[in-house]
């Protein structure tokens, strides 16, 4: 669990016996926590909504931060109030005028000066990194709200207890409940029948809707029982077998087998889809690719043609991803696992491609795995990989390292940069030309002079990768000189752990079929979660009107599908 972080809101609350500042604030400090500061404004909705008197200390802290309000106006007003006593007014930092205190910090000055033209702290720059790798986070669910009656005494009533007195509305308690379901739930329902005995038809009573609804009279296990099962193990990464376990802890045994079973029915049904999507994919502008290895129990050699145009006997299974980023932003990820590469898997997706379109750019590593033939395309590399090759080699060429590796950061301080300043596609280029590509070319000119100079041995670690660096450049440096080229492939990097997750707690798939289903499922639940779609109630849709889905899959995407279903 991360750690709850929690703001502060400072007020000065004004005291009689304290002696007045020079500059006229005779306050003291007073620090509401978030969850101080929370409580008072409920307090304070609560008194709006049911006419309530609040209590003398909120009054006291809503009448100081009037004043403090006041004060600061005032202040403005006279222009003698600069920024840093703005923020001292205000508590966000400390009055200490120490040494210690008022000087900036040391790995501050260090990512400033790195910065290359951009302003931004090396602390920043890491945070900015790590949210770019991840998607659009979700707002938090609202509890339900369940309002309880008094029974017997109304507002104005005698009070029971003095026979005096008269009750009013008073502030509601306030329970707030978590309760615990388990994942699946067995009902049995009962349809009462009556049967003629004259002619002997029998007549059998409705079941509720929210019982057909999730799934026909002849059906055991409903939709929403297979989009569960699904969810645990195409991307919780919950082994069928564990399903097992842990279904029958809570009370509600189903066998593994039957549980591939039912995920086998939802491939079926999601399988229309995930063909359109392929097509949808084929016209992005933007392609992220890589690929892990895995394994097929049954899975035989086959003959295929290899990068060289010939054929060859091969064994080599692998788990290709592809993220696609059309022209309207929507997130297609795409999973294939199979006797082949990433770059097979690319050239397949390709195929479908609209010719009149401009060539797509595509981001992947330097492997030649990762390379598409018959297609034209703008070529990016992964300076991650780059500069992971730098990194390895900290404990044996510090000195060296080091210097790369400042050399490097101006790339990732300068690209966040510009996402932090919303800076356009062509904005964002001449921005990185200007100020990230000069240290590039530094470091390649470091990297050559190392090595004609016979400093660093070629064949070392360290020249190693300085010579990947040199041989790769202009993929490298690709974000320096084409629109909307990234800096590295992390985003795919990170979409690919789920297939990893997967093969850590299942280690291998039995049969090709299980592959492909695992491949269908993983990839809708994967575009589901990058664009922010409810993929249980999409899952439990799309089966519920497969009929409508193969008919026309095109108007069932996880973006676009009738949610009234």
Same mark, same amino acid.
């Given at each position: ?132 790798? =991840?998607?659009?986070?979700?707002? $938090?669910?609202?509890? %339900?709200? &369940?309002?309880?009656? *008094?029974? #017997? ?79 645990? =193990?195409?991307?919780?990464?919950? $082994?069928?077998?564990? %399903?097992? &376990?842990?279904?029958? *802890?809570? #009370? ?314």
């Amino acid at each position: 669990m991360e750690p709850v972080h929690t703001s502060t809101m400072t007020m000065h609350t004004p005291q009689s016996n304290e002696t007045a500042s020079p500059d006229g604030a005779s306050a003291a400090i007073v620090d509401l926590s978030e969850s101080d500061l929370d409580g008072l404004l409920d307090r304070i909705e609560q008194a709006k909504t049911h006419n309530l008197a609040l209590s003398a200390s909120d009054y006291e802290l809503l009448f100081s931060a009037v004043m403090m309000l006041a004060n600061m106006q005032e202040r403005l007003e006279k222009n003698d109030l600069s920024v840093h006593k703005l923020r001292k007014l205000l508590g966000m930092v400390r009055s200490s005028e120490k040494l210690r205190d008022v000087l900036p910090d040391a790995n501050d000055k260090q990512s400033s000066a790195a910065g290359g033209g951009s302003n931004n702290k090396t602390n920043s720059a890491r945070a900015g990194k790590k949210n770019r790798s =991840k998607p659009r986070k979700k707002p $938090p669910a609202k509890p %339900q709200i &369940h309002n309880h009656a *008094l029974d #017997g005494i109304n507002k104005g009533d005698h009070c029971p207890c003095c026979s005096t007195g008269k009750v009013y509305k008073y502030t509601p308690a306030v329970l707030l409940r978590v309760s615990g379901n388990a994942p699946l739930s067995c009902h049995k329902h009962l349809a009462e029948q009556m049967r003629c005995n004259g002619c002997g038809e029998i007549y059998t009573a409705d079941l509720p809707e929210h019982v057909i609804a999730d799934g026909p009279r002849d059906q055991q296990y409903g939709y929403s029982a297979r989009s569960v099962m699904c969810i645990g =193990k195409y991307f919780a990464g919950s $082994p069928f077998y564990r %399903q097992e &376990h842990i279904n029958g *802890l809570l #009370g509600t045994p189903i066998a593994a087998s039957t549980i591939f079973d039912q995920c086998e029915k939802v491939a079926n049904a999601l399988n229309p889809i995930v063909k359109a999507i392929k097509c949808e994919a084929a016209n992005a502008q933007l392609f992220y690719l890589d690929d892990t290895t895995n394994r097929i129990l049954e899975q035989q050699p086959v003959i295929k043609k290899g990068r060289d145009g010939r054929e060859r006997l091969r064994s080599g299974i692998y788990t290709s991803a592809v993220l696609a980023i059309g022209d309207n932003d929507r997130r297609l990820v795409l999973f294939q696992t199979n006797v082949g590469h990433a770059g097979e898997f690319m050239q397949e997706i390709l195929n479908a491609r609209d010719p009149t379109r401009a060539p797509p750019t595509l981001m992947s590593d330097a492997l030649s795995a990762n390379h598409v033939i018959g297609h034209e395309f703008v070529k990016c590399l992964c300076n991650a990989h780059g500069r992971r090759g730098f990194v390895e080699l900290i404990e044996q060429n510090p000195d060296e390292v080091v210097y790369a590796l400042e050399l490097y950061q101006h790339a990732w301080v300068n690209d966040i940069h510009c996402a932090e300043n919303a800076l356009t596609p062509e904005q964002r280029r001449d921005y990185h030309r200007e100020h990230s590509l000069p240290h590039m070319q530094t470091l390649l000119a470091w990297c050559h002079e190392q090595l004609d100079t016979d400093v660093v041995e070629p064949n070392s670690n360290l020249g190693k990768a300085m010579q990947y660096f040199i041989r790769h450049y202009d993929g490298l440096t690709a974000f320096c000189q084409l629109l909307g080229a990234p800096i590295d492939n992390n985003e795919i990097e990170r979409l690919i752990k789920l297939i990893v997750r997967a093969r850590k707690n299942s280690l291998f798939f039995k049969t090709a079929i299980g592959a492909d289903i695992s491949d269908i499922i993983t990839s809708i639940l994967a575009i589901c979660h990058e664009n922010n779609v409810n993929a249980f109630h999409y899952l439990t849709c799309v089966q519920r009107n497969q009929l409508s889905v193969k008919a026309s899959p095109e108007k069932w995407m996880p973006w676009n599908y009738p949610q009234d279903k």
